[in-house]
Nanobody, 124 residues
Framework: QLQLVESGGGLVQTGESLRLSCAASGRTFIGCATGWFRQTPGKEREFVASIRWSGVTTYYGDSVKGRFTISRDNAKNTVYLQMNSLRPEDTAVYYC?????????????????WGQGTQVTVSS
């Protein structure tokens, strides 16, 4: 089993920044792509960003391009999501997920392990 734990969420004002972390433990994290998704009540889980194991290939959802940056430190088994210029519409529970096939897909169904989520709230 691979355990993922998100941290770094909180309450910020419009225009401020947060950095989320996703720490992996348990089975090896080696070779996994990692994705960030977000969800608000009554809505489907939305793709935010993903990064393949190498750290070179990244993908972003249209709503966060230019504002969010995903990165990883494989030595620390941790993936980060730097979120700048936050907006009220970014308010959601943010989840990280691991894809054993290293695809970095935009589809939640293609991820094998999920964390419990961390709440991000952006006030106007």
């Amino acid at each position: 089993q691979l355990q993922l734990v998100e941290s770094g969420g909180g309450l910020v004002q419009t225009g401020e920044s947060l950095r989320l972390s996703c720490a992996a433990s348990g089975r090896t994290f080696i070779g996994c792509a990692t994705g960030w998704f977000r969800q608000t009540p009554g809505k489907e889980r939305e793709f935010v960003a993903s990064i393949r194991w190498s750290g070179v290939t990244t993908y972003y959802g249209d709503s966060v391009k230019g504002r969010f940056t995903i990165s990883r430190d494989n030595a620390k088994n941790t993936v980060y999501l730097q979120m700048n210029s936050l907006r009220p519409e970014d308010t959601a529970v943010y989840y990280c997920a691991a894809d054993l096939s290293n695809r970095g897909s935009v589809y939640p169904g293609q991820y094998d392990y999920w964390g419990q989520g961390t709440q991000v709230t952006v006030s106007s």
